[in-house]
């Protein structure tokens, strides 16, 4: 009986660990960026980052519990719609925790995500997938090593089946 008592405490107290949340935070924050980046800045809701030379920004919203990492990557005028497509379809296969998205004809590399659930790991790990999405845009579009395979047909040979699949109607 002694034996079974003692082994559902230390059962409750090992599965106890799993059951804490996170709360990350925005001291918290910065306090992991502050790790791997070169420099950081700090304003209102926001951080200014440099990371293996590019700038990024964090901003965070404790009350929405909403945060998330940025980096600007190109203006749209700059870039054809080929590589625009190319970055659609990296959302589903390539960039994986971020993506890629267009605002105030930027495109930038994104990871958004509740803020209190958020591990230091998953902040490290957005750090260099927002980072890695950035510097293969117009080549790989990857943000890791990992890419779900899927369709990859390339965009003239979808367009002739949509326009085909149009026709029959």
Same mark, same amino acid.
């Given at each position: ?9 230390l059962t ?7 059951l804490?949340a996170q709360?990350m935070?925005? &001291?918290?924050?910065e ?11 700090a304003n209102g809701?926001?951080l ?11 901003? =965070?919203d404790?009350?929405a519990?909403r945060?998330r990492?940025? &980096? ?14 190319n970055a ?8 994986l925790?971020?993506?890629y998205a267009? *605002?105030?004809e930027v ?8 803020l209190?659930e958020? &591990?230091?790991?998953?902040?490290l ?5 927002? =980072?890695?999405? *950035?510097v293969t845009f117009? &080549?790989?579009?990857?943000?890791t090593?990992l890419?779900?395979p899927?369709?990859?047909k390339?965009r003239d040979?979808?367009?002739a089946k949509?326009?085909?699949e149009?026709n029959?109607?």
């Amino acid at each position: 009986m002694q034996k079974t008592i003692l082994l559902s405490i230390l059962t409750l107290f090992f599965f106890a660990q799993f059951l804490v949340a996170q709360e990350m935070n925005p &001291t918290k924050l910065e306090q992991l960026i502050t790790q791997v980046a070169d420099t950081v800045e700090a304003n209102g809701n926001s951080l200014r980052f440099v990371y293996k030379e590019a700038f990024l920004i964090c901003v =965070y919203d404790e009350n929405a519990n909403r945060m998330r990492i940025i &980096t600007p990557i190109v203006e749209r005028e700059k870039i054809d719609e080929e590589q625009l497509l190319n970055a659609l379809v990296a959302n589903f296969h390539s960039a994986l925790d971020v993506k890629y998205a267009l *605002s105030d004809e930027v495109i930038w590399s994104v990871f958004i995500h509740p803020l209190k659930e958020l &591990t230091e790991h998953q902040v490290l790990d957005a750090i260099d997938q927002v =980072y890695a999405a *950035s510097v293969t845009f117009g &080549t790989t579009y990857s943000s890791t090593s990992l890419v779900f395979p899927g369709n990859t047909k390339k965009r003239d040979e979808i367009g002739a089946k949509k326009l085909i699949e149009k026709n029959k109607i």
